[in-house]
């Protein structure tokens, strides 16, 4: 009957249990022992067992990795990744971070974590396993796989577990000489804020030099088409362009979900929408240009022959592989 609690207990946690869970429920040392022997538990490490018939799970190591660590220990780096929704590979180790300088029995098989780093370190429960929270895992994560932190974050920050000011903050918050992990945040962190959206004057700036130096048709900045105001409107024309950027697409659920419906209504009103991000307008303009002018070509091909008719188109080199025929 002793043990029938420690069942209920297990149920409840991955189907593991701990001595001292047992201990907490009056079951004594030697009946833990028993229902091991008796093939009721099965060990995993010294101090947890695992309900027999219980399903081996990812969840399930973690925990059991963090219960056989310590009391103040929590998942960290690619396990707290995993716990976050970041997909990770299955042979990863299990990482457990433990703060506290007290000599605890290291479980075999997990990379154990003593961090100088002592800042954001109060645990956050994630399908019932204490973990880092996500700020402290990305820097985790980018002294163990720096390769890996850029697509681990742009995941945060779209599932919106985080925003970009709170890594940011996170980032500045940590920043100090030989802290591991800080430089590939800081990278994967500028080179989204490279790609979000420049202000107007440097947009309207940076579109009319493409046009100018690819021969391709004026535009009318900031446009009305259809009721809404679009970022181009080609003169002459039925043709919308539009600039993206991280910040005002990639991670805004509701302006997403806008910018499907606008796109939508315009074409149904006979607008013909084309879409090129930020990111290509400033470091592949002539990918960008080409693009424009195939659509043009399409839609309004007498544009083309009365803009600098006269003058040879510049020769449109892009990154694109080319197809071996």
């Not at 806008?258 to 930020?278: E, I, K, P």
């Not at 002539?286 to 022959?305: T, Y």
């Amino acid at each position: 009957m002793q043990l029938e609690r420690l069942d209920h207990f297990a149920q409840r946690h991955h189907g593991l249990a701990t001595i001292a869970a047992a201990a907490h429920l009056g079951i004594s040392r030697s009946t833990w022992y028993r229902g091991i022997a008796s093939a009721q538990f099965e060990q995993l490490y010294p101090n947890v067992a695992r309900l027999w018939g219980s399903p081996d799970t990812f969840h399930q190591r973690a925990l059991a990795a963090v219960w056989a660590t310590g009391g103040d220990a929590m998942a960290s780096h690619r396990t707290s990744a995993a716990l976050w929704g970041i997909e990770r590979p299955t042979a990863d180790p299990l990482d457990v971070l433990l703060p506290s300088r007290v000599r605890h029995a290291l479980p075999h098989g997990v990379v154990i974590h003593r961090p100088r780093d002592l800042l954001d370190l109060r645990p956050i429960m994630r399908h019932m396993v204490p973990t880092t929270n996500p700020m402290r895992m990305l820097l985790d994560l980018g002294a163990v796989d720096p390769g890996a932190v850029a697509d681990a974050m742009i995941q945060v920050m779209t599932a919106k577990v985080a925003s970009p000011a709170a890594i940011r903050s996170a980032l500045y918050r940590h920043a100090r000489q030989g802290r591991t992990g800080i430089t590939a945040l800081r990278v994967a962190l500028q080179e989204w804020l490279d790609d979000e959206l420049p202000p107007d004057s440097e947009l309207e700036r940076v579109m009319a030099r493409v046009l100018r130096q690819y021969r391709l048709p004026p535009v009318t900045f900031h446009a009305r088409a259809a009721g809404f105001e679009v970022d181009f409107l080609v003169t002459g024309s039925t043709i919308v362009i539009e600039c993206d950027g991280w910040g005002s697409h990639g991670l805004n659920r509701n302006q997403f979900e806008f910018d499907r419906l606008r796109d939508a209504d315009l074409t149904a009103a006979g607008y013909t929408v084309v879409h090129v991000t930020w990111a290509q307008l400033r470091d592949d303009p002539a990918a960008a240009a080409l693009r424009l002018r195939r659509v043009i070509q399409r839609w309004a091909p007498q544009l083309l022959a009365t803009t600098n008719a006269t003058e040879p188109v510049p020769e449109m080199e892009t990154n694109q592989p080319q197809i071996q025929k």
